[in-house]
């Protein structure tokens, strides 16, 4: 059986002691730091930026995976890759030549990922399914953590498999907003390969241990 992997989303970190969560995430049992940017024009929130992500990449020591809630991300692809990302996220409803903009991202090193709203259908990939590494199926509307799970979002992960199956394709199901222990399992069995968590890690009283129970609630 596969392992799901967790990508803890630093979005819902406390950015006070950012050095200190980070470290949690080093240590953990997590896979992934997922980073979140806004620009407060594709989504109605500014999160942090370049400074922000250079000062996380220097203590981060596991995939870093960044999600761009950003309009005309082709601006700063290499900008990213200097800065540390492995893979790098655009939202599909952001780029008017995807394919262009996803061989960009490859040419610089990255892994190349493409994000979904909840209203944009899964079938629109299947032309280009064999050039993305990466599909981020938002499961709340992109923008705030700490929202609730669109239900809606088990149907496109199956959906989306099959496309990935129909087409031979290696790319990663990967679904971000509102996960928690009462639908992660169900999105794994559904097809999903990274689970994104952010309030659910942070807010808890013991984010390892609850990265480490998601991971064997998931696993076993
Ligand atoms: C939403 C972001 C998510 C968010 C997830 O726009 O893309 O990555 O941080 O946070 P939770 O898990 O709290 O919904
Ligand atoms: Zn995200």
Known sequence: MKKTLIAPSVLAADFANLQRDIEMINHSEADWFHIDIMDGVFVPNISFGMPVLEAISKHAKKTIDVHL????????????AQLGSTNLTVHYEACTHLHRTLQAIKAEGMKA???????????LLEDI??????VCLMSVNPGFGGQSFIEKT??????????????????????DGGVTNRNAKQLAEAGADVLVAGNFVFKAENPTQTISDLKKLLNN
């Open 69 to 80: 809630m950003i309009i005309d991300p082709d601006r700063y692809i290499k900008t990213f």
């Open 113 to 123: 990922g493409v994000a979904l709203n909840p209203h944009t259908p899964v079938s």
């Open 129 to 134: 399914i064999n050039d993305i590494d990466l």
């Open 154 to 175: 088990y149907k496109k992960v199956k959906e989306l498999k099959e496309i990935i199956t129909r087409n031979n394709a290696s790319t990663l199901i990967e679904i």
